[in-house]
């Protein structure tokens, strides 16, 4: 899966260190950074989320190649999941969190 938006430069496409990448708007965890890979697209992409319910996908009626791509607890528009190739311009609504830093001190 691969994700983006389309406000302004994606800063999580060449970024592989380890941690978790969370929902900027409520700080839910979404993806760890070993199911990250690296690919020819400008957004970030993972093979897997870290729980069952991280993310919510609905088909996008005008791109019948992407899927609408939300937090799955808090319903923040994460970007989108293409199909196949998407767009050539990016961002995310992603915050990463390095290892270490992460912990229920933070609220989330």
Known sequence: ?????FFRGEVF??????????CAKCG???FSSC????HSSPWPAFTETIHEDSVSKRP????PEALK??????????????????PKRGH????FIPKGEYGPSQGY
């Open 13 to 22: 496409q060449n970024h592989f260190e380890p941690g978790i990448y969370v």
């Open 35 to 38: 199911s990250k890979y690296a």
């Open 1 to 5: 899966m691969s994700f983006c938006s």
């Open 28 to 30: 839910y965890e979404l």
């Open 92 to 95: 995310s609504s992603l915050k």
């Open 69 to 86: 791509v939300s937090c799955g607890k808090c319903g923040n528009g994460l970007g989108h999941e293409f199909l196949n190739d998407g």
């Open 60 to 63: 996008e009626h005008n791109r």
